[in-house]
């Protein structure tokens, strides 16, 4: 069973290699890096991290969204009373989809002006939930 397992690990870690490749050879993505704001995304042994700077924001400002193989980044300034004409502030969102399910497995976020660190832990169940608490 145990080769089964690494096996099918090893399936996913190569089609997550090849997806990150892809991922940011994409013209879209760089644009979007540069109009919205910038992501990373990397693995370690036990995680894939995505981290997002943003720049001028605060954790109010940012809600992480989940659904089945995609992880959506929002980030939403029209609460913020400063902000003279509401209706020009339309909510800046990067969506990030994964080439496999990630929606039953661990995942946390923390934000420490100005980078969000989204960890979703490769070995770890969690309950599926549609939004992510950012501590």
Known sequence: MQDYQHGSQMNEVEKFDEWVKKFFLDPETCALDHQLFSIDI???DDE???EAVLENHDVEDIKVCLSDN??????DEAHK?????KADTTPSQRNIPFPFSICTRRITAEFSNPILVIRIHKFSPGKKAEDINIE
């Not at 995609?70 to 980030?75: A, D, K, N």
């Open 42 to 44: 990397y693995e370690n």
């Open 48 to 50: 894939y991290m995505v």
């Open 70 to 75: 995609e992880l959506s980044i929002i980030v």
């Open 81 to 85: 009373p400063f902000i003279d004409n």
